[in-house]
């Protein structure tokens, strides 16, 4: 009996994993076609602002709820941890204004090849291995976004760079999310993340505020109810 539950737990691990990873994929896109649509008459800087508010209080109730603020302010990477926070905001950031410049489709196409980045990341920098079922996902991936970017076919856009941009910034957030969750807790990494990241956006797009309409003020609250799931 013991035997049997042990064999049947790891298949029904890899089934709620895949289940989580489509739900998150399907929560990512609606995010990302909110976020579409506000590009067009928002600065891309104020929706991230607004964003970072709203997930530091977030985070702020959270720590409070999983063991209060003076457990989750230490930290023993600090410079890492305010390096990731303001990666994360630059990233979102670099990652709306491809939303604005490209169709959501082609964005997220070419965005599809920081799996591969992040793999060459993390042997490179945390020295991991990586198997060879890892490496053919991450190539068919890469594959995708060489047919979507179509080099040398004369149809190159020089705005297929900013996806591919923060691709790469995505990358590096995620490896330094690993490096330093081998010694910070997931409530740290949450309130630093917030924290330092509402800092930033706050002084990139304090001085363009501009009044969203009762519509736009609508998709905005589903985009962070997306963004909290």
């Not at 990341?121 to 068919?140: F, G, I, K």
């Amino acid at each position: 009996m013991e035997q049997s539950i042990s064999m049947t737990s790891p298949a029904k691990d890899v089934r709620i994993g895949i289940g989580l990873c489509l739900l998150s994929m399907f929560i990512f896109a609606m995010q990302d076609g909110l976020t579409k649509t506000l590009v067009k008459d928002l600065p891309v800087v104020q929706l991230v602002m607004v964003r970072y508010w709203f997930f530091l209080l977030f985070a702020v109730v959270f720590v409070l709820l999983k063991g209060g603020l003076k457990r989750a302010v230490r930290t023993g990477q600090p410079m890492l941890q305010v390096l990731r926070a303001l990666l994360g905001v630059f990233e979102i950031a670099v990652f709306g204004l491809a939303l604005r410049y490209l169709g959501l489709a082609e964005t997220h196409a070419i965005y599809a090849i920081f799996p591969l980045l992040t793999m060459l990341l993390a042997a490179l920098v945390l020295r991991e291995s990586v198997s060879l079922r890892q490496t053919l996902a991450a190539m068919v991936g890469f594959a995708g976004t060489l047919i979507i970017l179509q080099p040398g076919m004369g149809v190159f856009s020089v705005a297929s760079l900013i996806p591919l941009l923060s691709a790469f910034m995505f990358a590096v957030f995620n490896v330094l999310t690993r490096k330093i969750s081998q010694t910070d807790s997931f409530s740290t990494n949450m309130l630093y993340m917030g924290f330092w990241g509402a800092v930033a956006s706050t002084m990139m797009g304090g001085g363009q505020w501009v009044t969203p309409t009762a519509p736009q003020w609508g998709l905005m609250l589903g985009l962070w109810r997306f963004m909290l799931l």
